[in-house]
C-alpha cells in the first residue's frame, strides 16, 4: 500500500460525525481555507450548485436548533419503549457547543453549467453538492476540526429562518468546530446503536 494511499485511509476513518465540540472558536482563515478546498468538488457539468449559508445570527441558531429538538422528539416516538429510550440518551447534534453553522443548499436551475448532464438526471445538482459536503468534511479533519451533519431537522422550517429562496433545496445543516475527543469508530457504534457492517452484504455481482 502506498504512503498517499494508507494517509487517506487513515483520513477517511479519522472522518466522524461530530457531535461534541470544544467551545474555542475557528480562526476565519481556516474557514475559507476548507471551504475554497471544498469548491474544488466535482458537479455535473461543472455548474458548482452548492449555495453556503453562514448562520451566525443567535437567534436564527437559536430557531434551527428549536426545530431540531421538536423534530428529535418526533423521531424518538416512532420506536418501541426501549428503542425509544435508547434513542433519547444519544447525543443527536451539537447545537450547544460548535462555533461554525453552514447551511448547504442546491440550486435547482444555475446557469452554470448550461445544464449539462442533468437533463435525463436532474438528481446529479444535489449528488455533486453531496460531493461538496464529503469534500469539506475531508478537509475539516485534515485540519483538525470536527464535523457534524445535522439531518434531524425540517428543511422548510430551516430555509424560511434563513430567508433564503424558497426553491433552493437543503443538502445539510452542518456543524463545525474543535472535537471534543478523537475515536476511530463511530460515536453511534460506541452507544451501542448500530454497528458497521460487512462490505460483502452491500457488494453485488451481474
Known amino acids: 500500500m502506498s504512503q498517499d494511499f494508507q494517509s487517506f485511509e487513515e483520513l477517511v476513518r479519522w472522518r466522524r460525525d461530530v457531535r461534541r465540540f470544544r467551545a474555542e472558536p475557528v480562526p476565519s482563515d481556516i474557514l475559507d481555507e476548507i471551504l475554497a478546498i471544498a469548491d474544488l468538488s466535482p458537479s455535473v457539468g461543472n455548474s458548482q450548485p452548492w449555495r453556503i449559508v453562514e448562520v451566525r445570527n443567535r437567534e436564527k441558531r437559536a430557531a434551527i436548533a428549536d426545530s431540531f429538538a421538536r423534530a428529535n422528539e418526533a423521531a ?18 451539537g447545537f450547544d457547543c460548535a462555533p461554525i453553522h453552514l447551511a448547504i443548499y442546491c440550486e435547482p436551475d444555475p446557469t452554470q453549467g448550461h445544464g449539462l448532464g442533468r437533463q435525463t438526471m436532474p438528481e446529479m445538482l444535489s449528488y455533486s453538492c453531496v460531493s461538496f459536503v464529503t469534500t469539506l468534511w475531508y478537509a475539516a479533519r485534515a485540519r483538525g476540526l470536527g464535523l457534524g451533519w445535522v439531518s ?45 457492517t460487512p462490505l460483502q452484504t452491500r457488494r453485488i455481482v451481474r
Open 76 to 93: 424518538a416516538s416512532i420506536y418501541d419503549d426501549d428503542r425509544s429510550r435508547h434513542y433519547r440518551s444519544l447525543k443527536l447534534a
Open 152 to 196: 434531524i431537522i425540517r428543511p422548510g422550517q430551516v430555509t424560511a429562518i434563513l430567508e433564503v429562496p424558497a426553491d433552493w433545496s437543503l443538502i445539510g445543516y452542518l456543524l463545525l468546530g474543535w472535537p471534543e475527543e478523537e475515536h476511530l469508530d463511530a460515536e453511534l457504534e460506541r452507544a451501542g446503536w448500530q454497528e458497521r
